[in-house]
């Protein structure tokens, strides 16, 4: 069973930056495919980015040339680098875990989720 805990967020003015971090316990972390996904009030979670162990990555359209998903498996994190904010970023930030080697967009297949950590965009 992996624990996911996620920190790094905060208030930022547009066209700032943040970096967002997941730390794994519990479990073989180069086994699971990670995913950040995010929801504003209101919203439903829509996915932001995911990567495999070996450490393709697939974003949504929304974020993509902006916002940079990493891992690193020594440490066992996951970390999204976020730039360019805008106030439609505005929103509780996930990080999601699933033991399998594809990428998955879909929410439903991980099974972990951390719980959340807050960023918000605004002058």
């Known amino acids: 069973q992996i624990h996911l805990v996620e920190s790094g967020g905060g208030l930022v003015q547009p066209g700032g930056s943040l970096r967002l971090s997941c730390a794994a316990s519990?479990?073989?972390?180069?086994?699971?495919?990670m995913g950040w996904y995010r929801q504003a009030p209101g919203n439903q979670r829509e996915l932001v980015a995911t990567?495999?162990?070996?450490?393709?990555?697939n974003y949504a359209e929304s974020v993509k040339g902006r916002f940079t998903i990493s891992r690193d498996n020594a440490k066992n994190t996951v970390n999204l680098q976020m730039n360019t904010l805008k106030p439609e970023d505005t929103a509780a930030y996930y990080c999601a875990a699933y033991p399998g080697m594809i990428l998955a967009r879909n929410q439903f297949t991980y099974d972990h989720w951390g719980q959340g950590t807050q960023v918000t965009v605004s002058s």
């Open positions: 519990g479990s073989i972390f180069s086994i699971y495919a």
């Open positions: 990567i495999t162990s070996s450490g393709s990555t």
